[in-house]
């Protein structure tokens, strides 16, 4: 199954006799899928079904939906809107007492002032409604494909960029793993030198037991075998999610929180240049990792 972006774009026009429509679908990142409908007033029903059908196609992000009519105005009907005829007649009224010598309002002047004219809806009978309902969640499904279709090719082209850079991890922890700093001669060596720089500073009154004993409490803290396993782990994990594909995105944003993990005890526990250069080249390919993973569905 194909991975998935959060973002994308998609617009759908429709049209059946006087009535034109356009739906305009965005999407954006987010934890949960947020769906943000904005219809017409007295196209509330159709908000359960519009909900079904994104549901059915989408898994995350922030989606707005928004659906834009515009109806012929030959199809509209004039009508007087006798409250505000009413309220403005009883205003003439009233400046007539208060100011005697007004000259009358013309019945055009009268009809002029807004509101007293508007414009009506036609009345619809149930097949016409049904037929329109069904007219604009057939244009709403091509604006989910088209939307869909934009967060495939987007997720497709991100799953390239973290594949890359998963396979920077990877050899990084190789790297890691090979360093001759690692070999049991050299930390050998090292401890050693460290035992005998003691001897020196305190002029033998060490007990060479106890710097022995020490010695190797520190190897053992400063080794990073569990950690290299698990970093080979996570990446035979992300590679088998990428492989799987579909709704991937919350999982590999785990992994990458324990890759960072693991890099910051790696450096933590360093003792040596290479070692901490490597852990430091790991943090950073990590981070740039999440920023594409947190984009997947």
């Known amino acids: 199954m194909a991975l998935a972006s959060m973002t994308g774009f998609a617009r759908a026009l ?9 739906w305009e679908l965005r999407s954006v990142n987010g934890k949960s899928l947020d ?3 904005r219809i017409p007033a007295g196209l509330e029903t159709l908000e359960p079904k519009i909900r079904e059908r994104c549901g059915k196609l989408l898994r995350r992000g922030n989606v ?8 012929s105005q030959a199809e509209q009907q004039l009508q007087v809107n006798e409250k505000a005829l009413d309220a403005v007649l009883s205003t003439i009224d009233l400046l007539k007492n208060r100011v005697p010598d007004l000259a009358p309002p013309s019945l055009d002047g009268i009809l002029s002032q807004k509101g007293v004219f ?3 809806e036609p009345e619809e009978d149930a097949d016409a409604q049904a037929a329109l309902h069904n007219a604009l969640l057939t244009t709403l499904d ?3 494909i088209d939307l869909v279709d934009m967060r495939h090719t987007e997720g497709h082209a991100i799953s390239g960029i973290v594949r890359k850079q998963i396979d920077t991890v990877a050899e990084l922890t190789q ?3 090979n360093l001759p ?9 090292r401890l050693q030198k460290l035992v005998l720089d003691l001897m020196d500073v305190s002029d033998g009154q060490l007990d060479p037991q106890r710097l022995h004993l020490e010695a190797v409490m520190l190897a053992t803290k400063a080794d990073i075998r569990e950690e290299l396993d698990r970093l080979h782990a996570h990446v035979s994990a992300v590679r088998e999610l990428m492989d799987a594909g579909g709704a991937i995105g919350r999982r590999l944003d785990f992994l990458a929180q324990e890759f960072n993990r693991e890099a910051n005890t790696l450096c933590s526990k360093s003792n040596d240049v290479e070692l901490t250069a490597i852990g430091l080249d790991l943090k950073a390919v990590i981070d740039q990792m999440r920023e ?6």
């Not at 594409?292 to 569905?297: A, F, M, R, V, W």
């Open 35 to 37: 769906l943000r409908i």
């Open 292 to 297: 594409q993973i947190q984009n997947l569905e």
């Open 14 to 22: 429709g049209e059946t006799g006087p009535v034109r429509w356009t």
């Open 64 to 71: 707005t939906i928004g659906l834009a009519m515009q109806r």
């Open 142 to 144: 091509a604006a989910l």
């Open 181 to 189: 700093a690692r070999r049991p001669e050299a930390i050998r060596a």
């Open 118 to 120: 508007e414009l009506k």
């Open 175 to 177: 790297a890691a793993e």
